[in-house]
């Protein structure tokens, strides 16, 4: 009889792909997690994982057998989970995943109050590119993912919680900071400041403004920088612009000048997202009421702008 034991080591070899490493996060010795994976392999008559490449690979059928064992695996834990709810208690344990455009400026925000308001959670964050929460979704790695949408996944669930205005952030000196209103069109030029490739708000911008159509390498200095703030210190001590999230604008501490769009603006759409399998229901609840208290009320409205697609395509 195939044991639950026997699936967590499966899911393990799977996601880490390799013996050593699953069976340490597994807390058991290699010998002991290869031995009860090759019975498995004995009761279903088939060979799970290719052993003769690296990093160890599942078989076709392997695949079809682990994607089952992750759905009888989360099943397991909501019965658990069934028994904790009806204690009338919030607690367990979450780890959440954030994008670096995110994190900074609403970590702060909602995290102090939310282990203080839910002391029997441990939270553990772990700030990653949308890419690689998605990954680590999939295979079980981290619980929840806090990024912007929407993705076009066929197995993640969002759950919007707010729309971030886009703004301007101009030097001060820049023909920019003394017109009314600029064209997202006019943006796409040599003065433009952007985060370096992989972080979606970066595509937002190129997608917004149409940067992929421009002549890129202008001038004689290029420089991507994962980071925001040193975008914003670029920008005040170099010149030229960028855009920014609206919380990451601090107007009483800002050198710049912040302009916003004429008409409807465009927004990025935040959501708490998951793998289907998700079974924290209560915990997810909890961090939605929390995070949308903590941000300012005109955001949660939907209705407040254009939201800015960056991901196109469903990667199923």
Not at 33 to 56: A, Y
Not at 268 to 277: F, G
Request: glycine share 6%; net charge negative.
């Amino acid at each position: 009889m195939i044991s639950l034991i026997q699936m967590e080591y499966i899911v393990a070899v799977d996601t880490y792909r390799h013996f050593v490493t699953a069976a340490n996060k597994c807390f058991v010795t290699q010998p002991t997690l290869s031995m009860q994976i090759k019975k498995m392999e004995e009761d279903l008559g088939v060979q799970l994982f290719n052993r003769s490449v690296q990093p160890v690979r599942p078989t076709p059928v392997g695949e079809k057998v682990i994607a089952q064992a992750r759905v009888v695996l989360a099943e397991a834990e909501r019965l658990r989970y069934i028994v904790e709810q009806d204690s009338q208690t919030v607690s367990g344990s979450l780890t959440l995943g954030v994008i670096p455009s995110i994190a900074p400026y609403l970590l702060p925000r909602f995290i102090g109050t939310f282990r203080r308001n839910y002391p029997e959670v441990h939270i553990k964050i772990v700030e990653l590119l949308t890419e690689d929460i998605l990954h680590q979704l999939k295979v079980g790695q981290i619980d929840l993912g806090l990024l912007v949408t929407p993705l076009h996944d066929a197995v993640i669930d969002e759950h919007p919680l707010f729309y971030e205005e886009m703004l301007l952030y101009v030097n001060s000196s820049h023909p920019y900071a003394w017109l009314k209103e600029v064209a997202p069109a006019l943006l796409a030029g040599p003065d433009l400041w952007l985060l370096e490739d992989g972080h979606c708000f970066r595509t937002q911008v190129v997608n917004l403004c149409g940067y992929h159509d421009h002549a890129e390498g202008e001038g004689h200095f290029e420089y991507a920088s994962g980071s925001l703030e040193t975008i914003k210190k670029m920008v005040e001590r170099e010149g030229g612009y960028t855009l920014l999230p609206e919380l990451a604008i601090d107007e009483h501490h800002s050198e710049g000048v912040i302009k916003s769009f004429g008409g409807t603006p465009p927004v990025r759409e935040v959501s708490l997202v998951h793998a289907r399998t998700f079974v924290k229901e209560h915990l997810l609840e909890a961090l939605i009421s929390e995070i949308k208290a903590a941000v300012p009320v005109k955001m949660l409205q939907k209705e407040r702008g254009n939201i800015v697609e960056w991901r196109q395509i469903d990667k199923v």
